[in-house]
Nanobody, 126 residues
C-alpha cells in the first residue's frame, strides 16, 4: 500500500505561482510513475502532468504545458508540481497519484493509477 498526502494548495491571484507537494509513504516510491490530476466543480477529473518512474519522460496536458512542471525527489519520496502563470481556469482540487511499480503503460489516464491522495484545493482569483 502507498499513502499519498498532498500539500501546498491555497488561494492565489491570477498570474501567480504555487508549488504542490505530494509525499508518499509505504511502498516503493522510486519505481512508480507519478501523476497530477485535477477536478474542477461539476467536471470530471482530468490529467495535468505525469512523470515516468525512471524520471526520463514527462507528460503535460495541453492546457498546462509551458506553465506547469512536474518533478520528483526520490530521496524524499516526494513529487512536486510547480504551477506558474495561474489563471482562474486552473481552479480545482489537485490530486497526486501513483502507479504500480515499474508500470510502463500510458500514464496520462487516471485508470492506470492504483493509489490516490486526498487532494488539495487550488483557487485562482481574477
Amino acid at each position: 500500500q502507498v499513502q499519498l498526502v498532498e500539500s501546498g494548495g491555497g488561494l492565489v491571484q491570477a498570474g501567480g505561482s504555487l508549488r504542490l507537494s505530494c509525499a508518499a509513504s509505504r511502498g516503493t516510491f522510486s519505481r512508480r510513475a507519478m501523476g497530477w490530476f485535477r477536478q474542477a466543480p461539476g467536471k470530471e477529473r482530468e490529467f495535468a502532468a505525469a512523470m515516468r518512474w525512471s524520471g526520463d519522460r514527462t507528460y503535460y496536458a495541453d492546457s498546462v504545458k509551458g506553465r506547469f512542471t512536474i518533478s520528483r525527489d526520490n530521496a524524499k519520496n516526494t513529487v512536486y508540481l510547480q504551477m506558474n502563470s495561474l489563471t482562474p481556469e486552473d481552479t480545482a482540487v489537485y490530486y497526486c497519484a501513483a502507479t504500480k511499480p515499474t508500470y510502463i503503460g500510458d500514464i496520462r489516464y487516471r485508470t492506470n493509477y492504483d493509489y490516490w491522495g486526498q487532494g488539495t484545493q487550488v483557487t485562482v482569483s481574477s
